[in-house]
């Protein structure tokens, strides 16, 4: 399979800082001469998450318009034949927290579409590593062996030389500034450590011999989501029961903390953990409340009220 070696011409001014460097490069195989009218480098708003934001996990988008020359020279049955795409359009997306990029290039006779696992940007990062997961679409005979060399990336990833790639992301960087100014991140402050006890749920019955289910995630004040800012998902747990006039005592620890990076889902803690700390009674009074652990402005989440059914009696 050949590497194909790309000769990119530039004529719109617009686009010169995004792909200049990617000039110059002649070899094996089709020479590809495009000249491109229009492009741009776009983020996702960099709002909404907890902690600074941060470039690296905002959604990327590409966009390039022009036409291309195809021509074959390397003494296949197809040298000599010209393929020229008018109308070319590319729209290329990068998604880092799924790892995902997709492609879309339509123009004269072309309308293809790709799906791509990449560990990292493609058009940023000369050594991510792809792998094409979907392709579907349509193309004529000349531009089957630009198909089929575009296994390791997306195509138009594959002919950015490294000067283009540091304009691409300087491109982006710019870009993000812009909506990061326009748009104030809402969640710095006591809503990025504050933390939520999803089960068990407030008033809910437990009937022996099922197990009580336990979950903590982080809070998220209003328009936040609780997105990797480097402040580690692991919860302190403190539990309570209730004495038969209603007052609460502190219960030594049944589970005693909660680590979200491992427990993506409720933990179940056996039924008979919390015989032993209840007053004899039919029903067991309860409630449960965590924070995050070693963080300096965590706060403790609201106590979660809950009832266990079927208490030994002594």
């Known amino acids: ?38 492009g741009s480098a776009t983020v996702s708003s960099p709002t909404g998450y907890f902690g600074p934001p941060d470039i690296s996990g905002v959604n990327r988008a590409y966009n390039l318009s022009g036409s291309c020359d195809v021509r074959t020279s390397d003494g296949d049955i197809l040298t000599g034949e010209v393929w020229t795409v008018t109308n070319l359009y590319v729209y290329d997306e990068y998604h880092p927290g799924e790892h995902e990029a997709r492609e879309e290039i339509r123009g004269t006779g072309l309308n293809v579409r790709s799906e791509w696992s990449c560990d990292l940007d493609p058009w940023v990062a000369p050594d991510a590593h792809c792998t094409r997961q979907s392709f579907e679409g349509v193309y004529p005979p000349v531009a089957k062996r630009i198909i089929d060399a575009s296994q390791a990336a997306p195509v138009s990833a594959g002919y950015l030389t490294g000067d283009a790639r540091q304009n ?18 809402p969640c710095f402050g006591d809503a990025e450590y504050t933390s939520l006890v999803l089960l068990p749920s407030e008033g809910q019955q437990i009937t022996s011999p099922s197990s009580v289910p336990l979950n903590v995630k982080r809070g ?85 009220n809950f009832t266990l059914v079927g208490v030994p009696q002594s």
């Open 220 to 304: 998220a004040a209003d328009g936040c989501t609780a997105a990797l800012d480097g402040v580690d998902p692991v919860f302190d747990v403190e539990w309570e029961y209730a004495d038969a006039s209603g007052t609460y005592t502190i219960a030594p620890p049944i589970v005693a903390s909660f680590d979200a990076r491992v427990s993506t889902h409720a933990i179940q803690i056996p039924f008979a953990a919390f015989a032993p700390y209840t007053t004899p009674q039919a029903v067991g009074t309860w409630r449960v409340r965590a924070r995050l652990s070693l963080q300096p402005n965590a706060v403790w989440s609201d106590w979660v």
């Open 1 to 38: 399979m050949h590497r194909l070696v790309p000769t990119v011409s530039l004529t719109a001014l617009g686009l010169s800082a995004l792909l200049s460097s990617a000039c110059g490069f002649q070899g094996r195989g089709p020479d590809i001469i495009c000249n491109i009218q229009s």
């Open 168 to 185: 691409v992301l300087l491109r982006l960087i710019a870009d993000y500034k812009d909506k990061a100014a326009l748009f104030p991140n």
